[in-house]
């Protein structure tokens, strides 16, 4: 069965643009989580969704905004990016009755 | 809010031997899940053991152990036979199971070197 897919993989992007990473969960799961994973950090919470509507906020700017949309996919907008958000972003996904978390590859965002 | 520590920031085995990578967590719930996740050098999250906090029995996989002492909110992670392939950052984690969509609290990590 195919696992969590991120896209892209990889982003490079100038202070003050914005960046859209996406997240497509594995089929039949509800519930998707993004975390975040700075250079030498354990991830950190940002925000959750389940069952398109968010169900979790964690320690995420107000400069980042989140939707899951009705096909379950997931979108992480960023704006006015900073160079402290060079990180690595995952998605994991996973279905509510269950308690296990199955985590994407991850998206590499550098900003310059 | 729960929080999670691992107080090894390095650990070093020998190839076959065995390792104990240790996690303490505080909660006030009576009820929670625990996790150790590796993350190797391609930063994917792999998930190596969980446990459900209602269970008195250890969680086992493998060559993978944990001691889970609810008491003294412990849960640390043995591995056995240690493998060059067991190189990586291990996380522990915890999730409550309060609500859907419960968030991972995660540990700073231990870097598990293997030496040949």
């Known amino acids: 069965a195919a696992g969590v897919i991120q896209s892209p993989r990889h982003l490079i992007k100038e202070k003050r643009e914005t960046a859209t990473l996406k997240c497509y969960p594995i089929s039949r799961h509800d519930t998707v989580y993004w975390y975040q994973q700075g250079p030498g950090q354990d991830p950190q919470f940002l925000i959750s969704?389940?069952?398109?509507?968010?169900?979790d906020k964690g320690s995420i700017p107000d400069r980042f905004s989140a939707q899951q949309f009705s096909d379950y996919h997931s979108e992480l907008n960023m704006s006015s990016l900073e160079l402290g958000d060079s990180a690595l972003y995952f998605c994991?996904?996973?279905?509510?009755?269950?308690?296990?978390?199955?985590f994407g590859p991850g998206t590499r965002l550098t900003v310059l | 809010a729960q929080t999670v520590t691992q107080s090894q920031p390095e650990m070093s085995v020998q190839e076959a031997e065995t390792v104990t990578l240790s996690c303490t967590y505080d909660?006030?719930?009576?009820?929670?899940?625990l996790f150790w996740y590796k993350q190797p050098p391609s930063r994917q999250m792999i998930l190596v053991i969980r446990?459900?906090?209602?269970?008195?029995q250890n969680a086992t996989e493998n060559r993978f152990s944990v001691n889970f002492q609810k008491a003294a909110k412990s849960f640390s992670l043995k591995i056995s036979d240690s493998q060059l392939g067991d190189a990586a950052m291990y996380f522990c984690a915890y999730r409550s199971v309060l609500e859907y969509g419960n968030k991972l609290v995660f540990g700073a990590g231990t870097i598990l070197r293997v030496k040949s």
């Open positions: 446990q459900e906090a209602y269970k008195q």
């Open positions: 909660t006030s719930e009576s009820d929670y899940y």
């Open positions: 969704f389940y069952e398109k509507m968010q169900s």
């Open positions: 994991a996904s996973s279905r509510a009755s269950d308690n296990e978390q199955f």
